[in-house]
Each structure stands twice: as C-alpha cells, then as structure tokens.
C-alpha cells in the first residue's frame, strides 16, 4: 500500500485520478472540506448569521453535506429538512432512524415532512392518477417540483435564510449538459451560484458540493462509516431519462480525460457569470393566482399547481405539518 502523497506518515486509501494524488483518510477528508470551504468563501454562499435548512433525503450525499456543514458553520444556525416522497419501494421511513441519529450526533435539529402531508398525495398516487387520466409526466417531474416547494416553504415558514441541497459535481455537470442540449438559456442561468432570485419568496439555494465529484461524496461516506440508503428509486428505472444517457456519456469522457468535469463547470462558472452579463435582465416572477406562489414569467399558475390539477383534478389545501407555523395557511383554495 503506497503511502499519502500530503503527509507521507499514513498509507493511502484514495487515489484522486484528477489530481494524480494518493491520500490517506485524514487528509481526503481535509481534502474534500477544504475545496467545498472554498467554494462556499468564493461565492459567498454562508454569512456567519444565517440560518441554514439542508435537505437531507439520507443518501450518501446529503450525509456529507450535513457532516462537513456541522463543522463549519454553528450547529444551532442548522436544520435538516426530509422529505418523503411516498414512493412505494424507495421507502425512506425505515431510513429515518438513521437520518435522525447522524443528525442528533452533528447537534442538528431535524424535520421530518412528507409530500403527502403537505400536499394531500404521494408521489405514486399523482403518478397514479395522471396516468390514468392519460397524462405522460415523468413521476420525477412530480417528485422534483413538489420537494423543491416543500423545501422552500419549510424554510421560510421556519425562518432559514438559506438552504443547502447536496447536489455534487455530476449532477452539476449533468443539467449543465440537459441544457445545453435542449437550448434552454434561461434555466442554464439558474444553474450558476450567482443567479438572481427573481421572488422575495424563494429563499436562497446553494450547493455547497458542487465541485465535488460523486465517487468522492460515496467514498467519503463509507469512510466515516455511514450507510447510506441504497435502494435505488423504482422509477428510475421504468422511466430512463436523457439524464442518465448524458451520464454514461460524461462517464467516458472523464474516465479517459480526469479532470474534465472539474474543468466544465469552471468555464461554465465564468463564461454564464451573472455579474458579467450587463444587459441581462432579472426575470421577474409572477405569483400562481392559486396557491400565491412565485410562477414562471408569463404563466399565471405555477408548475407545482399545473401538476396537481392534473393529476388529482384540484390543487389540495397545503396542511399546517408544523406546530406554532403558518405553514398552509395561504392556502386556502382549491381549483
Ligand atoms: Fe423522485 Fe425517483 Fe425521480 Fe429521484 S428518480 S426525482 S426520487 S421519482
Ligand atoms: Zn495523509
Ligand atoms: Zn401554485
């Protein structure tokens, strides 16, 4: 066993193909704290006061971010939010036990919220009923739209000032890719940790791993001997996406140049910087004439709502899931 190429005192455990080091545990978790430290100081994604609720789904990801974000920022100024899908086979219930203890270890106060609970059904069931009302949507278009708006309003009711999603440097470099392909500008925009917000009501999003590639976030777990869930989702599956072909390709391109990802999203960082882009204007939103939530320029009701009606037939009353919030309380139609 070849020893660390930074202290040469402990046998190596990692090789980093993108920077041609051999590291031991000690120094890959410095390593990897160090450049996700960096990223957030370059961006200025964490002031000292904020109030910071990370989305922690128990994956091996969101486990990372809520260990290295324990260590560099005040455990009392953090949250876990985790929310369940209502996935039938990707039940992330059982995993809860483990998402709470590594939570309580970190002094890391946790909520537990399902889509269900907050949005009247599952995952499945909109899946469910869309189908049989003959709609083709992704169960991810579901998924992904209703947990990025539960995490937004569990924030702002809670009172955070940020949050965290554990997005790593593929899934960066992935929908960089999906909007490259699809020439959609606009949401390549979104993508840059200098976008503008567009809505008072969106509470800021930053991705603190984003230069961290994923073999690295699994590595990092294994190393600190969490255990990760592994089931993967159902869907996936059944329904293969650009995203995954857009994968594979990437894969291949890394495996025989390393680095390359690491590069894309630097050029990405300074070519799409908005800072630079002076006579781009800041989209701004509308809010959904049903549920008073930011919607997209030019719609007059938002995706999440859209979805609802058409899987369900209505927009369901959003329950008040936290004690002494107003969680819900604005919604109060139905459609
Ligand atoms: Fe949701 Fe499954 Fe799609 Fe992930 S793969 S977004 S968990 S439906
Ligand atoms: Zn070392
Ligand atoms: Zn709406």
């Not at 391109?253 to 800041?282: C, H």
Request: glycine share 6%; charged share 25%; aromatic share 8%.
């Amino acid at each position: 066993m070849p020893r660390c190429d930074i202290c040469s005192a402990r046998d190596a455990v990692v090789y980093q193909a993108h920077t041609g080091l051999r590291l031991c545990k000690a120094c890959f978790f410095s390593n990897v704290i160090a450049r996700v430290s960096r990223e957030i100081f370059r961006y200025g994604m964490i002031k000292h006061s904020d109030r910071i609720l990370i989305g922690v789904s128990g994956g091996k990801d969101s486990f990372v971010l809520l260990d290295i974000l324990s260590q560099i920022h005040d455990p009392s100024r953090l949250g876990g939010a985790t929310i369940i899908e209502g996935i039938d086979g990707y039940n992330r219930a059982e995993h809860i036990a483990e998402i709470k203890r590594m939570a309580t270890e970190r002094g890391v106060e946790l909520h537990v919220v399902s889509i269900k609970e907050l949005w009247g059904a599952s995952v499945d069931e909109m899946v469910r009923m869309s189908i049989e009302k003959g709609q083709r949507i992704s169960p991810c278009t579901y998924c992904g739209i209703h947990r990025r708006k539960s995490l937004n309003l569990i924030a702002r009711e809670l009172g955070y000032s940020k949050v965290a999603t554990a997005h790593n440097l593929d899934d960066e470099i992935q929908t960089i890719v999906i909007n490259i392909l699809r020439g959609d500008i606009a949401r390549l925009y979104m993508n840059h940790p200098l976008r503008p917000k567009g809505s008072g009501l969106f509470i800021d999003k930053i991705k603190p791993l984003r230069k961290i590639y994923e073999w690295e976030t699994a590595k990092y777990a294994y190393l600190a001997s969490y255990k990760p869930q592994e089931v993967e989702c159902p869907y996936l599956e059944l329904f293969p996406s650009l995203r995954a072909r857009v994968r594979d390709m990437i894969y291949r391109i890394e495996a025989s140049k390393p680095g390359s990802m690491l590069r894309l999203l630097e050029w990405f960082d300074n070519t799409f910087n908005p800072s630079k882009q002076n006579n781009r204007e800041t989209p701004k939103l509308g809010l959904c004439s049903i549920c008073g939530e930011p919607t997209s320029p030019n719609r007059s009701i938002c995706k999440s709502c859209e979805l609802q009606i058409k899987s369900l037939g209505e927009v369901k009353i959003a329950r008040n899931v936290f004690e002494n919030t107003t969680v819900g309380m604005r919604y109060s139609r139905t459609s």
